[in-house]
Nanobody, 126 residues
Framework: YVQLVESGGGSVQTGGSLRLSCTAS????????IGWFRQAPGKEREAVAT???????TYANSAKGRFTISRDNARNTLYLQMNSLKPEDTAMYYC????????????????????WGQGTQVTVSS
C-alpha cells in the first residue's frame, strides 16, 4: 500500500530554517500533484506548497518568498525548505499525493489529494 513518510521537523527559533522530507513507497513520483499541507492546533488544515515538477509549483501566500518545494523523482522524495520561520508556522506538516494531476499547475485543494502521511511537527518559538 502507498506510504508517505515525513521527516525533518523540529523546534527552531524565529528566523531559523528547517528542511522537511517526504519519502513515498509503493507510489511513483511521476507527473502528478504532490505537496505539503499543515495544521495548527485549533485550526483547519491548509495548503503550504504543491508541485508537479520543480518548475510547476503553487504556493500559499503564507509560504511565498520563504519556503521552497522541490522533488527528486529518482529518490521518490519531496522536500520543503523553510526559511525565515515565524511562530505562526508552528503546525503539524503533512505530505500528500494525488493519484492524478488535475491541471497544468498543482492543486492547493486538499480534496484533490488521495494519499497522506502521518505528519512531522514544526515548532517555532519567539
Amino acid at each position: 500500500y502507498v506510504q508517505l513518510v515525513e521527516s525533518g521537523g523540529g523546534s527552531v527559533q524565529t528566523g531559523g530554517s528547517l528542511r522537511l522530507s517526504c519519502t513515498a513507497s509503493e507510489f511513483t513520483f511521476d507527473e502528478t500533484d504532490i505537496g505539503w499541507f499543515r495544521q495548527a492546533p485549533g485550526k483547519e488544515r491548509e495548503a503550504v506548497a504543491t508541485a508537479i515538477t520543480n518548475s510547476r509549483t503553487t504556493y500559499a501566500n503564507s509560504a511565498k518568498g520563504r519556503f521552497t518545494i522541490s522533488r527528486d523523482n529518482a529518490r521518490n522524495t519531496l522536500y520543503l525548505q523553510m526559511n525565515s520561520l515565524k511562530p505562526e508556522d508552528t503546525a503539524m506538516y503533512y505530505c500528500a499525493a494525488a493519484r492524478t494531476s488535475r491541471g497544468f499547475l498543482p492543486s492547493l485543494s486538499q480534496n484533490d489529494y488521495d494519499y497522506w502521511g502521518q505528519g512531522t511537527q514544526v515548532t517555532v518559538s519567539s
